[in-house]
């Protein structure tokens, strides 16, 4: 058995290659959920629905987000309603009062659907308003979350790191973004001065992940601050990864990264945004799996190989770096 | 001034004429929310709607709901959904303590939205998503319905019949439905016991209603029990009613009827279905354009047409009835 933690893009990447190492059927993977919004009614899961588009064959590969050759009717009338109605479009977030409104799990990311700020696909809209009605009728997103792999067919076990909320805020010399306004309405422009996990205090990891903690655990090249930083922000998820074997990938090659936010996160928060700032974030992880090029020295253990992600057979090549690194460590 | 009661398709195709007769300008439709849902998360208010699409001319034409060539892929996808994680379609009604969750304008009429037991079309559900939000910014429907108004171009004025839930219950021999249910889902085939407008004791007109209903009113050929009946079931709206000249096109020809579950419902609610039914119904009516082939004889002024309506022509006919029988009031 193995679990991976899973958030943005790059943990998903190893998942493309990793039952080649893993078998799928004792494989379960924890998503980050810090990320997620209630946009325009509907909660939406930015990273469990990439494992579930990916799981289901049906992922957009060129943006690893939502659903290839989707369409986007009503992503575009929305914009095309609001014109003419002129009503403003970008994030139209509502008022502390109604953030909670009918449904807990919305706190602190519930923003209203006006001119959608992030784009939704047709059929993706179908699996966040499945996703929302099946909680609306009393379900756990765990609960939920399984009826959604099964409809996807899964062949990993999907868990939501908790039924809780806690939302990603991006602190800023622009003010409190919420992580999917700073990232994708603002485009990652202003400067990050600190990043929050609202509600991550008070959330817990559900039994269902507390079980899979119990397993040795990988951690992919995915962003330390934003795509795992509100599962480690949870107490019982840190607690949880000191008392297993943990082997984390690093989504630098010294100092350098392949994509993504994470370098102005890492600063933004006042952690190098090197290899080293990694380790020194994972202090409960026991190996790492670094590139071939990363000559960074680490007080534990280290496997290297070529960390960059393309395709499927680059991802296997990854996983089995993770095998060997937690056979180094006695997992 | 003049001000058309509308629901179902009846009032809708007359307003398709009726601009030839009444400035549009001038005109204002006062339209039945009470066989609205609320369904996966967003209100729907079809009656409303079709007000909307035609004066935005893009209703679809065939079936009077809906937008003409609208796609249909999210809901594709919810059935799709449904049918590989197993879950059972048809109204999935909400329990009643999650039926005002958030939103108490959603009472009585509440449906998960998984497997949508309605065809929403995925240019239609761009409505019905920016409705709920504004909803949820804390806007009335009446102030919505102004904002959708100005989104479509509308040349009249359309207003609910009021901001506060109403819901049309058809009571059959397989127990309570919601109209939708009734109508949609199982296509009008138990029998009907009673019809409950549930709510409408605590429901009030609007301000803009009341102050519509100050001038004379044409109750187009609608389905007296579902169409108008939620609007009747107002006691302001009665009283208004009774101290404005009235004018209503019967949608029966003696004890024929053109098209849709009238006769039925007539008689589900112990009302004879003709026209002596419909002047009964109406007791506030001071004229009643009948077609020129119905001899029922009325203790009013009545103006006979031809008053079947395929297109603008024959709406603008029927219009011109109602017109004179206006005239024949003194309004």
Not at 98 to 104: K, L, N, S, Y
Request: some cysteine.
């Amino acid at each position: 058995m193995v679990t991976f933690l899973a958030g943005g893009t790059g943990t998903p990447k190893l998942l493309d290659g990793a039952g080649e190492v893993f078998a799928p059927s004792a494989t379960t993977v924890v998503g980050n959920t810090g990320d997620d919004v209630e946009l325009g009614g509907h909660l939406v899961c930015p990273d469990l629905d990439t494992v579930l588009f990916h799981g289901g064959g049906v992922i957009d590969r060129d943006r690893w987000w939502g659903i290839a050759g989707d369409t986007t009717e009503t992503h575009a009338e929305l914009h095309r309603l609001a014109e003419a109605a002129g009503l403003e479009g970008g994030p139209r977030y509502l008022p502390a009062e109604r953030q909670t409104a009918g449904r807990d799990i919305a706190n602190w990311r519930r923003f209203s659907g006006i001119a959608e700020f992030m784009e939704i696909g047709d059929r993706d809209r179908a699996v966040h308003l499945t996703r929302t009605s099946l909680l609306d009728e009393g379900h756990s997103l765990t609960a939920v979350t399984r009826r959604l792999a099964d409809a996807f067919d899964l062949d990993v076990e999907l868990l939501p790191m908790s039924d809780d909320p806690v939302a990603t805020i991006v602190h800023t010399d622009d003010g409190p973004l919420h992580f999917q306004a700073y990232w994708v309405h603002r485009r990652a422009d202003p400067e990050v001065e600190d990043v929050e996990f609202r509600g991550a205090e008070d959330a817990e990891p559900t039994d269902a992940v507390r079980e899979a903690l119990s397993e040795p655990v990988v951690i992919g090249p995915s962003n330390p601050v934003t795509s795992l930083g509100p599962m480690l922000a949870l107490s019982g998820v840190r607690e949880a990864l000191a008392s297993t074997p943990v082997v984390a990938v690093s989504p630098f090659v010294e100092d350098r990264i392949f994509s993504g936010p994470a370098a102005d996160l890492m600063r933004g928060v006042g952690r190098e945004p090197s290899t080293a700032g990694v380790a020194r974030a994972y202090p409960f992880a026991d190996a790492f799996v670094l590139d071939a090029e990363d000559g960074t020295e680490l007080d534990r253990p280290v496997v290297r190989t070529d960390t960059r992600i393309d395709d499927a057979a680059d991802a296997a090549r990854v996983a089995a770096a993770c095998d060997r690194a937690l056979e180094a460590v006695g997992a």
